[in-house]
């Protein structure tokens, strides 16, 4: 089959986040589809461009975006993509299926578009439920807006011809809207063992980025934005801020990131240590330094919902795993034995978690060694494209 994917984010290894649909689309390739990916980049010199990756034709549309917008200024970029990836995707030629995944909920626009209007039927993933999620978070209060996005949720769902949930909560949420369950599955987020693995440590590498070598270091990577609740580590720092032998690495970036920066200079936190973005190759290599890994959430209902990346590259790496979200993934790693959960309310007791791990190393070791267990063994990339394809593969032999 022809296959149109529509991702507004997409990214491959070289970049420094998420790199689900590349894999996917691999393995779609290996299947003997042909992929087309429709994106966004603010860097190419043209308002399109089409380039050939790793066997993927890749169309960026120049629609600038970023982590550190604000609510305005991201609006204004997922209505330019959608309006714009609608008007490619409807003169794309012989397009056998349509992979839209979100976020936002506007990425189904132009899927929509494309099934009504030539009759090509879509597969939607859902990536975090919106509206709900801006709804929780207060980014969405009007009421007239709110209801006619829920009616924009729920007409993507009737249409698609099949939908991908990242998680249990995700996927329950589908379902409320009144879609039949053999319409929906759930396919998490993946772990990387060929990218993220426990090797000996790269104590030169500490050097270079200022840490110490044999300190216990926590790390935390991936988005600082306001919906990753990261307030919350530092005022978790701050109650270990003299523990010399403690570290903190923090990698990615976001909206809250300077504000993050300014409370540990007012706090006088000198162990938390914001590093920026890397390539996976770099960020690899920072984490296996590492001890722990640290993966937070806001403490707001709908984000217990979330299949958050950095969790599953953690798994790879074979990393203890702390998350403050109270859904499916403070069971994973209590059933999985590769890892704590801390009450997100109360920031001592991330401190207090913290301490344990670094007091009890063997206890440490365990719950690394389940850790890379349940990536190899269930949440690899490699089993979980491979679902997806089969879902593709099924939804072909119908069309």
């Avoid at 991330?350 to 440490?364: E, Q, R, T, Y």
């Amino acid at each position: 089959m022809k296959i149109l994917y529509i991702h507004q984010y997409f990214l491959t290894p070289k970049d420094t986040a998420g790199t689900r649909s590349y894999w996917i689309c691999q393995e779609l390739i290996k299947d003997g589809h042909q992929v087309t990916m429709l994106t966004t980049s603010s860097k190419i010199d043209s308002k399109i461009k089409r380039v050939k990756v790793d066997g993927i034709e890749v169309i960026y549309l120049k629609v600038p975006y970023s982590q550190y917008m604000g609510v305005l200024k991201r609006l204004k970029s997922f209505v330019s993509f959608m309006l714009k990836s609608a008007r490619l995707a409807l003169r794309e030629k012989d397009v056998d299926l349509v992979i839209a995944t979100s976020t936002p909920l506007t990425i189904g626009f132009p899927a929509l578009v494309t099934k009504k209007l030539k009759g090509t039927p879509f597969l939607f993933e859902v990536r975090d439920l919106w509206p709900e999620v801006p709804i929780q978070m207060g980014a969405l209060k009007n009421k007239i807006v709110i209801r006619l996005a829920t009616w924009f949720e729920k007409t993507i769902y009737k249409n698609a011809r099949y939908i991908v949930a990242l998680s249990p909560g995700m996927m329950e949420g589908v379902l409320k809207r009144g879609i039949a369950e053999t319409k929906v599955s759930m396919i998490p987020n993946m772990s990387k063992v060929d990218v993220f693995w426990s090797r000996e440590k790269d104590l030169g590498l500490a050097d270079r980025l200022g840490l110490k070598r044999d300190s216990f270091k926590i790390v935390y990577f991936g988005a600082m934005g306001l919906a990753n609740g990261m307030d919350y580590i530092i005022d978790a720092i701050n109650h270990i801020k003299e523990q010399e032998d403690i570290e903190f690495v923090f990698m990615g970036g976001g909206a809250t990131e300077p504000v993050l920066k300014q409370k540990c200079e007012k706090l006088d936190i000198k162990n938390a240590h914001f590093l920026g973005g890397f390539p996976l190759k770099e960020l690899s290599a920072i984490v296996n330094l590492c001890d722990v890994c640290l993966i937070t959430f806001a403490d707001i209902p709908i984000l217990a919902t979330n299949s958050p990346n950095k969790l599953f590259d953690s798994l790879s790496a074979g990393k203890p795993v702390i998350v403050n979200s109270p859904g499916w993934t403070k069971d994973l790693v209590e059933q999985g034995e590769c890892g704590v959960f801390v009450d997100p309310k109360n920031p001592v007791d991330l401190a207090n978690k913290i301490m344990f791990l670094k007091d009890n190393p063997g206890k440490c070791k365990k719950y690394g060694l389940n850790a890379r267990k349940l990536a190899e063994t269930k949440y690899d990339k490699s089993i979980l494209c491979r679902e997806f394809a089969d879902i593709v593969d099924s939804i072909g032999k119908r069309i």
